[in-house]
């Protein structure tokens, strides 16, 4: 996911992969803008299966901190699931 999600912001922003790191401000070092947060919005829900509104997005101020951001609404969202499949079997 880490690695998918640096090469995405460096596609999306048309710079190289090098430029992009965990410390990486997202709106200062980098200029996300409005396009790019809606897009990085839709592309993280499409590849991994988390919802995030463009606000979450706004609030990381760095690429590591998407990065986590993305990490914890999937275990959360995994766990979520997990305990309801295991809910199923007491049926």
């Known amino acids: 996911m880490h690695d998918f999600l640096i090469e995405f912001?460096?596609?999306e922003l048309e710079i190289p992969t090098s430029e992009v790191n965990d410390v990486s401000e997202l709106v200062g070092d980098l200029g996300f803008d409005s396009l790019s947060f809606a897009l990085g919005v839709?592309?993280?829900?499409?590849?991994f299966g988390v919802a995030?509104?463009?606000?979450?997005?706004?609030?990381?101020?760095t690429v590591g901190a998407?990065?986590?951001?993305?990490?914890?609404r999937r275990i959360a969202a995994s766990d979520a699931a997990n305990a309801i499949g295991h809910g199923l079997g007491d049926l």
């Open 9 to 11: 912001i460096a596609d």
């Open 42 to 47: 839709s592309e993280i829900k499409g590849r």
């Open 52 to 61: 995030l509104t463009k606000e979450d997005v706004f609030e990381c101020k």
């Open 66 to 72: 998407l990065i986590g951001l993305v990490e914890s």
